[in-house]
DNA sequence: GGTCGTCAAGAGCAGTGCTCTCGTTTTTTG
DNA sequence: CAAAAAACGAGAGCACTGCTCTTGACGACC
């Protein structure tokens, strides 16, 4: 097909491309409040109403920006857990919680559009979910193979009978787990991100230096909570 | 003195607070990125430019409203704490916990302007971190005099030594506790404000449905994270 | 070759933060 | 008590934003 229909095709992927990256640059240095169609359209040496053909409207461009940023951050993350021994839990949840954090540390705004307060107006479309997910499907499925090879602390005392119908949405993320782990685990992953949260935003500013070293702390001790024999 | 002098700042304190007032509740609705000035002036049936002689550029008002926000928050945490038996440490937690949240729950873009992404090219003066230390404080407090209470496990294994000096700027919110135990309360800390942020930015919508439910059971395993005894 | 769809450009609308000026009113000073 | 000074609200205006609509040109298809 049709080096000619494909002539006008290619030269809009590439615009579309071109678009993206300008604004994804935009977003590194001004926040997503800063992120200016008219900006992007006249670094590109066009007119503002032109990026419309390609984006319908602003939140369009986020949401591509969004979508992106989820796929990197989730990409970084399954790496991080592939190149580790897949028997090595513990090395393996460390090293996905690094992967969070670095990705995050390295691309602040583009965290911030993910895990930041929600961009007001703004209501992410359905096409988000899937690439929304690869980063907490990677720690649901740490934590399904460790259960399963027996590396987890077993259940000790009962939980309470509200939390069994909450788990429903979370329990295909981590197939076979016991509830009591499964918390477990989600205590672990808003430990995580809470701290990511914190060291993004700012909040230890001149509180915190070396931020990785205590980081790698707080990582073990959700590790333990998580039960992951060491 | 006061009379004379006063009639003008009178009426000049009353229009500030009104003007704040007015812009807390636009923020409610519309989200710190949609508090706009002119709707402000508009709704006073002022001019836009009279607002400001009150507030000389929009970050002032703003930050002006963060104070207001961490007061807020310090207030209610501080609240929960006192209304707890003194020597009920795990009741103090939980209750601090659930002020957190709940204030955070009932005030969600509040609480985004406080521990949400930070508005792009808003700096946070100093007149802030007095107010923005209350709610921490009474977390500190808490650790500090469980600790003295010997109502928390002691330390187990040694500590890294690179972590020594990083605690440095957190020894002084809870005087007297080993590092070990204050690396716990920065670790439950953390997950309780990770939590938060989750649920006030929407990350649980479709996933978990009774929050304080579950909520109460990530509080309850970070206090056994920090070791308080049950 | 003619038709149709795609495209960039430009003007324009409503909104924003912010600045400056201009009378008026209130407070302070002489 | 009157004059000088400070504070104030109103208005116009600047530069900017997202977005819409129209116009004219170019390329693709029948």
């Given at each position: 097909m049709t080096a000619s229909r494909t002539a006008r095709e290619r030269v809009?992927?590439?615009?579309?491309?071109?678009?993206?990256?300008?604004?994804?640059?935009?977003?590194?240095?001004?926040?997503?409040?800063?992120?200016?169609?008219?900006?992007?359209?006249?670094?590109?040496?066009?007119?503002?109403?032109?990026?419309?053909?390609?984006?319908?409207?602003?939140?369009?461009?986020?949401?591509?920006?969004?979508?992106?940023?989820?796929?990197?951050?989730?990409?970084?993350?399954?790496?991080?857990?592939?190149?580790?021994?897949?028997?090595?839990?513990?090395?393996?949840w460390m090293s996905a919680?690094?992967?969070?954090?670095?990705?995050?540390?390295?691309?602040?705004?583009?965290?911030?559009?993910?895990?930041?307060?929600p961009?007001?107006?703004?209501?992410?479309?359905?096409?988000?979910?899937?690439?929304?997910?690869?980063?907490?499907?990677?720690?649901?499925?740490?934590?399904?193979?460790?259960?399963?090879a027996g590396a987890i602390r077993p259940p000790a005392d009962e939980l309470s009978p509200e939390l069994e119908s909450e788990a429903a949405g979370i329990r295909d993320l981590m197939p076979g787990v016991p509830d009591d782990v499964l918390w477990r685990g989600v205590s672990a992953w808003t430990a995580l991100y809470g701290w990511v949260n914190f060291e993004v935003f700012g909040q230890f500013n001149n509180t915190i230096e070396d931020r990785r070293t205590v980081f790698e702390h707080m990582m073990r001790l959700a590790a333990a909570t998580i039960g992951i024999a060491r």
């Open positions: 809009r992927a590439e615009l579309t491309r071109e678009i993206t990256d300008i604004a994804r640059r935009q977003l590194a240095t001004e926040g997503a409040g800063g992120l200016s169609l008219r900006a992007v359209a006249r670094e590109m040496g066009m007119v503002s109403s032109a990026i419309y053909r390609y984006f319908p409207s602003r939140d369009d461009l986020l949401t591509a920006l969004i979508i992106d940023a989820y796929n990197a951050l989730g990409e970084a993350v399954e790496r991080a857990d592939a190149v580790c021994p897949q028997d090595d839990f513990p090395r393996r919680c690094h992967a969070v954090r670095d990705w995050a540390v390295a691309h602040p705004h583009e965290y911030a559009l993910l895990y930041g307060s961009v007001p107006g703004y209501q992410a479309p359905q096409d988000t979910i899937e690439a929304r997910m690869r980063d907490v499907a990677v720690m649901g499925r740490l934590l399904s193979d460790a259960w399963r």
